[in-house]
T-cell receptor, first 112, second 114 residues
Framework: SAVISQKPSRDICQRGTSLTIQCQVD?????MFWYRQQPGQSLTLIATANQGSEATYESGFVIDKFPISRPNLTFSTLTVSNMSPEDSSIYLC?????????FGPGTRLTVL | AQSVTQPDIHITVSEGASLELRCNYSYGATPYLFWYVQSPGQGLQLLLK??????LVQGIKGFEAEFKRSQSSFNLRKPSVHWSDAAEYFCAVAPNFGNEKLTFGTGTRLTIIP
């Protein structure tokens, strides 16, 4: 498995602003994923981030709203842009090892 | 596309009692199957997984799950629950050619009563 950390663990933001979430893993991995978990809901995949290529977004998610960077094999960022209260969620990154995804602790975002 | 159904939104069990959480999937072949647990305020922790072979898989924390192809099910069980098992449990499925699209069920919240 892998040790995955996320920063920040939580934040409260004003509408119209942006927040960048960092995901760091202690091993080199090819595939990293970003998920959103809205209050009381299950997880929804936002995008898949492979190092050296553009992120692949799922239906309903666009790069302008959720730009992703993947500068190397151990790090990725997700930015939530022009936030609204509907963006209040837990955002989780995950990595794949041997066909299994392991998750970070999540970032709890509240937008006022 | 694959899908996952967890029919029980909320289950309450007495401490020391047995537990079974239901999971049904839809996929054209045998998928990869997972159970994750999310404690309050935490990320997801992998409990166990099934790829192939023995249909009864053992996981961490005393959990096990049984894959039943005929019923398209992958139910999670524990013979005796502890108060620390109170959490949200998610069943997930992925295509059997790789793990790029992990689809989650809606989750089952487990409450433990003394």
């Amino acid at each position: 498995s892998a040790v995955i950390s996320q920063k920040p663990s939580r934040d409260i933001c004003q509408r119209g602003t942006s927040l960048t979430i960092q995901c760091q893993v202690d091993s080199q991995v090819t595939m990293m994923f970003w998920y959103r978990q809205q209050p009381g809901q299950s997880l929804t995949l936002i995008a898949t981030a492979n190092q050296g290529s553009e992120a692949t977004y799922e239906s309903g998610f666009v790069i302008d709203k959720f730009p992703i960077s993947r500068p190397n094999l151990t790090f990725s960022t997700l930015t939530v842009s022009n936030m609204s209260p509907e963006d209040s969620s837990i955002y989780l990154c995950s990595v794949e090892f041997w066909d299994t995804q392991y998750f970070g602790p999540g970032t709890r975002l509240t937008v006022l | 596309a694959q899908s996952v159904t967890q029919p029980d939104i909320h289950i309450t069990v007495s401490e020391g009692a047995s537990l079974e959480l239901r999971c049904n999937y839809s996929y054209g072949a045998t998928p990869y199957l997972f159970w994750y647990v999310q404690s309050p305020g935490q990320g997801l922790q992998l409990l166990l997984k099934y790829f192939s072979g023995d249909t009864l898989v053992q996981g961490i924390k005393g959990f096990e799950a049984e894959f039943k192809r005929s019923q398209s099910s992958f139910n999670l069980r524990k013979p005796s629950v502890h108060w620390s098992d109170a959490a949200e449990y998610f069943c997930a499925v992925a295509p059997n050619f790789g793990n790029e699209k992990l689809t989650f069920g809606t989750g089952t919240r487990l409450t433990i009563i003394p």
